[in-house]
């Protein structure tokens, strides 16, 4: 994230245009929300500038900064309240609704695009009371949905060790506070913890749990959905559990055990819950696409590893080129897979319609 600042002072959004719109060119707006497990990140990092998508396919890109953490996912007990960060995504899409149409938008063709819990986000933005009109299509990339339910006993858990942080307290010193409460409630979480903020459902602006898939349903007309995977998501985090990599360097069996680890997960944390999604979204009237991208080097150990999507759409070199997670692929590559996803995004915030596999690497069932 390189010297970007930690401050709860962070509610700010950045907007791209093309060099020649004017105030009423009425383009296709997609507003990006970042990942980063809701614990860090930020909209304007220069590992998404959205320069190239902009500038290829004439679009206005709206970057968001919002709450994270203990700041923005507390949970509710009480005077604390929950869903500050998802809050924060709503008051900026109404900036957009409000404003937009200043910077060549067309605040009627919104699209929501997130990936990892970012993606999270924009699935639940999908039911979030006050969130209706405000946009028109979503792309919820490589969202963790697996790990979405059930968490009311982690968050209440959360809320507790949280309460030991007292007013005033540095925002330097919340953020430590944060890292501790999250490692000790992963202790007793298990994999739910792998995401240990997040929304809270039945507190404003979500339903409870029990009325999410009703909802879902309920705003399926009216949003446009893409939806959808890496090929291989847990790949990623292979090189920060150790016990994983010792496994790996086993003759014979070992780099086959972690890969069929990898493949189990990716399925129940990521792949499963998408295709529910989709097939969700179509039974109650909407449009849904979904895809699974797998780009990189044939066998490299990153190929369709979580986030490998972001260098195709924000391929700012100076961030990507070289990077353990491209694992040697030449940036020619990088170049070239990315126009197409460039494209294809953009297609469907202009259409609501993507093609299907529209490359080797891009394989999409439009339903």
Not at 102 to 127: K, N, Q
């Amino acid at each position: 994230m390189g010297e970007l600042v930690v401050d709860e002072d962070c509610l700010r959004l950045s907007v791209t245009v093309p060099e020649d719109a004017g105030p009423d060119a009425g383009l296709p707006v997609l507003v990006w929300v970042h990942g980063g497990s809701y614990v860090n990140g930020a909209g304007d990092a220069p590992m998404t500038d959205p320069a190239a998508l902009v500038r290829e396919q004439r679009v206005v890109v709206v970057t968001v900064t919002y709450r994270l953490g203990l700041l923005g996912f507390l949970g509710a007990d009480g005077d604390r309240p929950a869903n500050l960060g998802l809050l924060d995504l709503l008051e900026a899409l109404r900036w957009v609704r409000r404003n937009v149409a200043g910077f060549g938008g067309d605040p009627g063709a919104v699209t929501l695009f997130g990936e990892s819990a970012g993606g999270d986000a924009v699935a639940h933005l999908m039911v979030a009371e006050g969130a209706r009109g405000l946009f028109r299509r979503a792309v919820v990339q490589s969202a963790p949905l697996g790990l979405s339910r059930g968490r009311a006993r982690m968050s209440a858990a959360m809320a507790a060790e949280a309460r030991r942080v007292g007013p005033g307290v540095p925002v330097e010193e919340v953020v430590a506070h944060q890292a501790r409460v999250a490692a000790r409630v992963r202790r007793r979480h298990g994999l739910a913890a792998a995401m240990p903020f997040g929304t809270q459902y039945g507190f404003a602006p979500l339903p409870a749990e029990d009325a999410l898939a009703a909802a879902w349903a309920e705003a399926a007309p009216e949003v446009d959905l893409l939806v959808g995977t890496t090929s291989r998501e847990v790949a990623f985090f292979v090189p920060l559990v150790p016990a994983a990599g010792r496994l790996a360097r086993v003759p014979v069996v070992g780099r086959a055990l972690v890969e069929a680890a990898v493949r189990v997960l990716t399925w129940r944390i990521y792949g499963r819950d998408a295709d529910r999604f989709a097939r969700r979204h179509r039974r109650a009237g909407g449009r849904a696409s979904r895809y699974t991208l797998s780009f990189g080097p044939p066998g490299a150990p990153t190929t369709g590893a979580h986030a490998t999507d972001l260098p195709l759409l924000f391929p700012h070199r100076p961030t990507w080129e070289g990077s353990a997670l491209l694992a040697g692929t030449p940036w020619a590559d990088v170049e070239a897979a990315g126009r197409v996803v460039r494209r294809v995004w953009a297609d469907f915030a202009r259409t609501g319609e993507v093609p299907a596999d529209p490359a080797p690497f891009l394989a999409v069932d439009a339903g």
